[in-house]
Structures are given as C-alpha cells and as structure tokens.
T-cell receptor, first 113, second 113 residues
C-alpha cells in the first residue's frame, strides 16, 4: 500500500516568487492536512481539506492557500515568498477526516533565498 | 486554542534503560493524544495514541499514560535500543480533523551505546 507522496522533496526559491507543493494521499483517504515545520515554531497546522472543501485554516497569512481535487490529491501554494517561509512542509492524510491515525508524508523542504 | 507543552527538549539515556517524555495540554475538550516519532529526513510516524476514555495503553516496549484531571500525558519507552534515537512529538486534538493536531515542540531522544 503506497504511503503519502509529496513532491518535490526539495525546492529553492527566491524571495517574492511563488511556489506550489503537491500531496497525494493514501488511496481511499479523503482528508489532507498541511503542516509547516520549523526549528523555532515546531509543527504548525496550516489547513485541512476534506472532499475538496477547506474545513479550517490555521493562523497563517493569506499568502498560504491550498486546494483539493476530486481524486483527493492536494496542492498548497505560497505567494510572495519571504525568507521566513523556509521550512519543511508536511501533509498528512486520514481516512474520514478526523485527526485519528494521521499518516504523514516525508515533506517538501522549501528554502527561500 | 489548545497549547501543548513538552519536556524535556533533549533526553540522553543509556541503551537498555527507560525513557520518559512528558506533555501537558490546556484545553479540556481535547480527547485524543497521539505520539509521533520523526527520524532525520522523514515525516512524523505515529507510534502510539490514546483517547481520553483510557488511562493507559501499551504496545510492546512503548506505553502512554493519561491523567485527564491534571491534563498531562506521558510516553514511556522501556529497554531502549539505538533505533529509538529520534525526535518524539506529543500532540492533542478534540478528535475532529478540521482543527488539526496541536503539537509539542519535540524531544530529541539520544540512546547512548
């Protein structure tokens, strides 16, 4: 059974650019959640999608957005990148949209220069 | 919102000894408490979880205890092995997926040979 797949694994972008990250959940999982991981702030909730609908969003600026497709794959977008956006971005999938038994991907390491 | 405190930030133990990591939470509505292990270059992996209607749960060398009155929960690893070296995160949630998990800042567990 394939796990959660995140692409790309590594990205280097310049301040002011935008970036799109992709997450393919475990087959059959309908919920995808995104987290930002930094050494200073730890793991912070970005947003959660269930059946193509964003159900909630964490305390992040509007530059952070996402979407989910009918096949449950999800993308997140960060516009006008800032140096502080450098982080490991993780997505987690779950079967029915609860926090029970999240499965995380390996993440996308974004570096903003 | 929920706040999760985790201690210690670093824990060094001799191989074969036990390790204990402690977390406290603030929101009495939280009813789901998972523990994740993160190895270098990988996403967090769920190792054990507990719900608020249970006081203790064991899985081989790993156990979690929950004290709802005091709002704290702990991870116990017995007979530690080199492969237990990793960063461990506790988290709390009200069980619904929409608000995600609130994570502690992590404990770097080092197993000394």
């Amino acid at each position: 059974k394939a796990g959660v797949t995140q692409t790309p694994r590594y990205l280097i972008k310049t301040r002011g650019q935008q970036v799109t990250l992709s997450c393919s959940p475990i087959s059959g999982h309908r919920s995808v959640s995104w987290y930002q991981q930094t050494p200073g702030q730890g793991l912070q909730f970005l947003f959660e999608y269930f059946s193509e609908t964003q159900r909630n969003k964490g305390n992040f600026p509007g530059r952070f957005s996402g979407r989910q497709f009918s096949n449950s794959r999800s993308e997140m977008n960060v516009s006008t990148l800032e140096l502080g956006d450098s982080a490991l971005y993780l997505c987690a999938s779950s079967l029915v949209g609860t926090a029970y038994g999240y499965t995380f991907g390996s993440g996308t390491r974004l570096t903003v220069v | 919102g929920e706040n999760v405190e985790q201690h210690p930030s670093t824990l060094s133990v001799q191989e074969g000894d036990s390790a204990v990591i402690k977390c406290t939470y603030s929101d009495s509505a939280s009813n789901y408490f998972p523990w994740y292990k993160q190895e270098l270059g990988k996403g967090p992996q769920l190792i054990i979880d507990i719900r608020s209607n249970v006081g203790e749960k064991k899985d081989q060398r790993i156990a979690v205890t929950l004290n709802k009155t005091a709002k704290h929960f702990s991870l116990h690893i017995t007979e530690t092995q080199p492969e237990d070296s990793a960063v461990y995160f506790c988290a709390a949630s009200d069980g619904g997926g929409a608000d995600g998990l609130t994570f502690g800042k992590g404990t770097h567990l080092i197993i000394q040979p």
